[in-house]
């Protein structure tokens, strides 16, 4: 089982090299990069290419990890409960258990790949109340004394964005990998794969303008990958002429359709005393 990218998504060598590295290891694969860098779409496309089902999990700031294992429902027991003739159904206590996706991932009978996707976001608790289920690949439900245990150990993924930092327990399980901002070439093959037609010239001119954009100093939110695919889809869409993006030309103060690539007024401001600066030095 190794993974070795795919039509949709282009992985450099080091990202091959990681996922097959967590892949040996029995180990969660712990992505970290810039907002927009593939983390989430890496584990869309392992999962793909490898032929395993993906269970995604999308943690927020309210998620327990408790969740992820199963739920009881008490409140529908309650009501079935005080329905008349109440059926069997109401003492069976399982009926009531609503299973998370680490009991689903457990018990599939396939192996399966596993997102948990932006860790982050959760409390500082929510990765060390999941050591044992992530080390052991097992759990035990109270309510119907029974211990969940995972029939195939499923390939887990876990991204996160930076915003907690992780607990040193948590990071020994796991392997871990940065996904470095693409460069210009590995960039033109990611661009090549959403525009396959794209024209020649304009890739060349709006990939200048993202990458100087990019390496203005004091950004506060530098444009990523996504951004500069949807800011390409507007280009093309509208069917921007050449000219208008290259700032030689001192009519263009700033680039078309700006606001796909720069998210905030001071970052939009800055990028305008730049150009205007330019103009007047040259
Ligand atoms: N290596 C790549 N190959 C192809 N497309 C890519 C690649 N990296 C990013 N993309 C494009 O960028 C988009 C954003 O990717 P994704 O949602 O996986 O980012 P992310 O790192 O999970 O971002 P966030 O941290 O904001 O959740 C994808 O939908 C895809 O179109
Ligand atoms: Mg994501």
């Known amino acids: 089982m190794k993974f070795q990218g795919s039509q949709n998504y282009v992985a450099t060598q080091d990202l091959m090299l990681a996922v097959n590295a967590a892949i040996q290891l029995q180990r969660p694969l712990l992505v970290k990069g810039e907002p927009g860098t593939g983390k989430t779409m890496l584990a869309e496309e392992v999962a793909q290419s490898l032929g395993m089902p993906l269970l995604q999990w999308h943690i927020k700031s309210t998620t327990k990890a408790q969740q992820g294992l199963y739920e009881y429902d008490a409140v529908s027991r309650l009501r079935d409960s005080q329905l008349e003739g109440s059926s069997d159904k109401v003492k069976d206590i399982r009926n009531y258990i609503v299973q998370g996706v680490l009991w689903q991932a457990f018990t599939a009978d396939q192996p399966v790949a596993l997102l948990i996707d932006e860790i982050d976001k959760a409390d500082i608790e929510f ?15 109270y309510e119907t004394r029974e211990l969940v245990r995972a029939k195939h150990r499923p390939l887990v993924f876990i991204t996160s964005n930076n915003e907690k930092e992780l607990p040193d327990a948590f990071l020994r399980r796991c392997f871990f990998h940065f996904i470095k901002f693409p460069e210009a070439e590995t960039m033109r093959q990611i661009v090549d794969v959403h525009f ?57 103060a700033v680039p078309p359709l700006v606001g796909a690539l720069l998210k905030n007024e001071q970052d939009v401001s800055l990028f305008e005393k730049l150009v205007f600066m330019n103009q007047r030095n040259r």
């Open 127 to 141: 990765p060390n109340d999941l050591l044992r289920e992530i080390d052991r690949m097992e759990f035990y439900c």
């Open 196 to 252: 396959p037609s794209l024209k020649g010239d304009l890739l060349a001119v709006a990939m200048k303008t993202f990458y100087d954009v990019r390496g203005l100093p004091g950004l506060k939110k530098k444009p990523s990958t996504s951004e500069l695919l949807d800011w390409l889809k507007l280009l093309v869409a509208e069917d921007i002429p050449l000219e208008a993006l290259q700032s030689a030309d001192n009519k263009v």
